[in-house]
């Protein structure tokens, strides 16, 4: 496995081994956030085995809306787990985001949308499944509200 510091709070892990590399250093339970579609894979119940025990919690294939982000950061309240992993596409990395961002706090997803005092209570890691989103590789995550983008942009 091979490491990356790109700037901002992240760091990038990469590999042929690197998410079995990496969970293997860490002993905590994750909610794993895919979607219905990937879930379908051989990728995905490979990334599953590895990962087990996990909660497992698929979006709806397609942009998210707030309300998709929304329901995931319930599930994610309701369970109790310390990391957060988003397999996916660039929707998918972004509501991992979020919940990583508000899994510890009681703000909803609408109210955190330009919030300036974000803090990140909880671990995340991002498996990207597509090239081209960059959004493993950004502070900010977009969701539709009310049909218009929006996002959470900040370091967190």
Not at 121 to 138: D, H, I, R
């Amino acid at each position: 496995m091979s490491l990356i510091h790109n700037g901002i709070p992240s760091w990038v892990h990469y590999g042929v081994n690197a998410l079995k590399e990496r969970s293997a250093s860490g002993e905590k339970k994750a909610f794993l956030i895919s979607d219905e579609k990937l879930s379908r894979t051989e990728m995905f119940q490979t990334a599953l085995t590895i990962l087990a025990p996990a909660e497992v919690y698929l979006l709806p294939t397609g942009e998210p809306k707030i309300s998709d982000a929304q329901r995931a950061l319930d599930a994610f309240r309701k369970c109790g787990v310390e990391c957060v992993i988003g397999l996916g596409g660039g929707s998918v990395l972004d509501v991992a985001k979020t919940v990583a961002v508000l899994g510890q706090s009681d703000s909803t997803v609408k109210e955190s949308i330009g919030n300036q005092l974000l803090t990140r209570q909880v671990e995340l890691l991002l498996v990207p499944t597509t090239a081209g989103t960059g959004s493993e590789a950004t502070a900010i995550a977009v969701m539709y509200v009310d049909g218009m983008k929006h996002s959470l942009d900040h370091p967190a």
